[in-house]
């Protein structure tokens, strides 16, 4: 499996097109239309946000008829909380894709991103269609990414080929996220497209598979948006998998790292962050478990500003730790680390803790709280940032 730190790969019968369509700002790019090839199959993931938006019950009820050929994305309006309207809104931008590209209404499939409860402007977004398609390219991945941006404050790419018994497979992602995000799924929105030709069966499944272990692992703030939603494509321009097997191990390989790259890059972009945090629990009984302990250490705000401020004060993490819901958690058996060094042993400060050590740590870009349960077997990772004031700032402000 390769990736280059710069390599974005285009995707065989995949093409984006990007515009500013001043939908919310002027001059941003805000509208995306993706055009995928006859015969692509998609799987895809929702928030199980109960307000879930307009878009959202399109998106659904479009997939489960027929096969897409448009993917459509606006930002600045999550066209969220605006009842009858806000669907009938989003079938009508559907409508006018459809309309210039002499394709069902069907084979549209809408995403948006922004703010919730105002109403989708139909006409901005209609107005900006012709821009996006006289832009489609199959390299169109970079501007994409930066046509989904909301809070963002860079682009996020990631792309990897991996060798298949049929020849080269190529899967290429983007997505955006950087506040209210918590899984199930977490605003975030993402696009993941390869050449390889899958079952619909075996599709679903890969793509519930790399969620459950990447973008179901971030958390910036515990806030589980109304539009997030995770689509993958499979043109089928490349490689054949045929069923379960070693090719297809390798294909669900490289579609976990397309998908935890991006859902990383999610947390380290968190709104105001300035360190990515890997909470990773091992010695857990089951992988519930690990996942219950790490999401409460990822989500505790004193956590997170102590990483902030790059305070190595381990009883904040200890604590977040005892409040996971574990019952009969034997507290002298949990060891924690920071950075891999250790900090607490048995539940109680380590002989050979140095603090200055850990607080080295802390004052890097990407910073490791490693705990050790010490019951079993079963492990998980979770990501997300540190906490500061510019968060409160931005979500402040968010509107005005």
């Not at 931008?93 to 991103?113: G, Q």
């Not at 682009?155 to 298949?164: E, M, T």
């Amino acid at each position: 499996m390769t990736a280059g730190a710069a390599a974005v790969h285009s995707v065989p019968g995949i093409r984006l097109g990007t515009t500013a369509a001043a939908i919310r700002k002027p001059g941003r790019p805000d509208l995306v239309v993706l055009e995928l090839a006859r015969g692509t199959r998609a799987a895809a993931v929702f928030t199980r946000n109960r307000f879930r938006a307009a878009p959202v019950w399109v998106a659904e009820r479009h997939l489960a008829v027929t096969a897409p050929r448009y993917l459509l994305i606006n930002t600045g309006y999550a066209n969220a909380g605006t009842g009858e309207r806000g669907e009938a809104d989003t079938l009508a931008c559907c409508r006018a894709l459809a309309d210039r590209t002499e394709t069902a209404v069907e084979a549209v499939v809408p995403f948006s991103t922004g703010v919730i409860g105002e109403p989708l402007p139909v006409e901005r977004v209609a107005a900006g269609l012709d821009g996006a398609l006289a832009a489609l390219a199959e390299d169109g991945w970079d501007r994409a990414a930066e046509g989904i941006q909301t809070t963002d404050t860079r682009r996020k790419v990631a792309s990897y080929q991996v060798r298949l018994s049929g020849g080269l497979c190529t899967l290429t992602g983007i997505a955006k996220g950087a506040g209210m995000i918590r899984p199930d799924m977490a605003t975030m929105l993402a696009f993941v497209g390869t050449d390889a030709g899958l079952s619909q069966s075996l599709l679903d499944a890969a793509l519930k598979r790399a969620v459950g272990r990447s973008f179901n692992r971030v958390t910036v703030d515990g806030d589980t948006s109304t539009n997030d939603a995770c689509l993958l494509a499979a043109t089928g321009y490349g490689p054949q998998i045929e069923g379960e097997g070693a090719d297809l191990e390798r294909f669900q390989a490289a579609l976990e790292a397309v998908c935890i790259d991006l859902a990383r890059a999610i947390a380290a972009d968190g709104e105001g962050a300035t360190r990515l945090i890997d909470v990773a629990v091992e010695g857990a009984r089951d992988a519930a478990e690990a996942e219950r302990v790490a999401f409460t250490v990822a989500e505790s705000p004193l956590v997170k500003t102590a990483v902030a401020a790059a305070d190595p004060n381990w009883g904040r993490i200890l604590a977040a730790v005892g409040r996971a819901g574990i019952d009969d958690l034997d507290v002298a058996g949990v060891n924690l680390f920071v950075g891999g060094h250790p900090v607490a042993t048995g539940g109680t400060v380590d002989p050979a803790y140095d603090e200055a050590q850990a607080a080295e740590h802390l004052r890097g870009s990407e910073v490791t709280l490693g705990i050790d349960l010490g019951r079993g077997e079963a492990a998980a990772t979770v990501w997300t940032c540190d906490l500061t004031a510019e968060y409160v700032r931005i979500n402040a402000d968010y509107r005005t």
